[in-house]
């Protein structure tokens, strides 16, 4: 399945989206941020998801931003950041490459265990990321990537 061909319900939303994911993540996240008195909160959603999933729209982030705001101890200041939210996920690819991420070590797959299916939406924008990027994607996949 190509990129372009996800799945997608009647009402363009890939059949992937998990209902309100990250705004379940994001408060879980900012309860132990505000208990450990930090002063940001980094989410690595990115342009390409948010072409599908309402959670990852910047839109989306700003109005959880003032939610923040509203929904903590007046004393807190946490700032909810998305580095990556205008970029594509070959930018971040690129951008890791030069930095040495050790891809290996990191996941993208709906499927809990290994190998990487190397079909579903996650798969398929990663390894088109990679080649993009001109390079190899470490991880292994129970699909075989493919090269075209």
Same mark, same amino acid.
């Given at each position: 399945? #190509?990129?372009?061909?996800?799945?997608?319900?009647?009402?363009? $939303?890939?059949?992937?989206?998990?209902?309100?994911?990250?705004?379940?993540?994001?408060?879980?996240?900012?309860?132990?941020?505000?208990?450990?008195?930090?002063?940001?909160?980094? $989410?690595?959603?990115?342009?390409?998801?948010?072409?599908g999933y309402p959670d990852c729209?910047?839109?989306?982030?700003?109005?959880?931003q003032n939610l923040i705001d509203?929904?903590? +101890?007046?004393?807190?200041? $946490?700032?909810? +950041?998305?580095?990556?939210?205008?970029?594509? +996920?070959?930018? $971040?690819?690129?951008?890791?490459?030069?930095?040495?991420?050790?891809?290996?070590?990191?996941?993208?797959?709906?499927?809990?265990?290994?190998?990487?299916? #190397?079909?579903?939406?996650?798969?398929?924008?990663?390894?088109?990321?990679?080649?993009?990027?001109?390079?190899?994607?470490?991880?292994?996949?129970?699909?075989?990537?493919?090269?075209?």
């Amino acid at each position: 399945m #190509g990129v372009a061909d996800a799945d997608l319900e009647s009402d363009g $939303i890939p059949t992937s989206y998990v209902p309100f994911r990250n705004a379940n993540l994001v408060s879980v996240a900012i309860s132990y941020a505000e208990a450990t008195d930090s002063e940001a909160l980094f $989410i690595g959603a990115h342009s390409e998801d948010f072409s599908g999933y309402p959670d990852c729209r910047q839109a989306f982030f700003d109005a959880f931003q003032n939610l923040i705001d509203v929904g903590t +101890k007046p004393e807190t200041d $946490i700032e909810l +950041k998305t580095p990556f939210v205008e970029w594509s +996920k070959t930018e $971040i690819a690129e951008r890791g490459l030069e930095l040495g991420v050790p891809y290996d070590m990191t996941w993208s797959c709906y499927r809990d265990e290994e190998p990487a299916c #190397g079909t579903c939406d996650a798969c398929a924008f990663r390894l088109e990321a990679f080649r993009n990027a001109g390079s190899r994607d470490p991880i292994a996949y129970a699909e075989p990537p493919v090269t075209s």
